[in-house]
């Protein structure tokens, strides 16, 4: 999928119906990811009261079309192997979840044909 023009002399990205972002799980995620830098996995689980398999599985779909970032640490205040993981939406993300944002308003304001558009 090609990356969202703007419109509006680049204030506002031109309508783009994104299939990855729109099911309701990754929608969710990037949506909390907008406006943070980075939040850490178990956060995220909490937050959206998903089962570890389900955000994993959601989080690299998101990761492999390179609209999140996953990191991994090692916690400062464990002494086992296991590391944290951090998840930031990447600048690519975010430009296809407003582009997506920016089409979903489009269809609610009467457009129903920008879902099916290239």
């Known amino acids: 999928m090609s990356g969202p023009t703007t419109s509006h002399q680049g204030?506002?990205?031109?309508?783009a119906f994104h299939e990855l972002i729109h099911a309701p799980v990754r929608l969710r995620i990037c949506g909390l990811l907008r406006p943070v830098d980075e939040v850490e996995f178990a956060v995220l689980r909490d937050t959206l009261q998903l089962k570890d398999a389900n955000l994993s599985k959601n989080l690299r779909l998101l990761a492999d079309a390179e609209l999140v970032s996953l990191r991994k640490e090692f916690s400062p205040v464990r002494n086992d192997a296991r590391r944290l993981t951090w998840v930031s939406i990447t600048d690519a993300g975010q430009s296809a979840l407003s582009a997506h944002l920016a089409?979903?308003?489009?269809?609610?304001?009467?457009?129903?044909?920008?879902g099916s558009r290239p």
């Open 103 to 114: 089409a979903l308003r489009a269809i609610a304001e009467g457009d129903p044909d920008l």
């Open 11 to 15: 204030r506002e990205p031109a309508p």
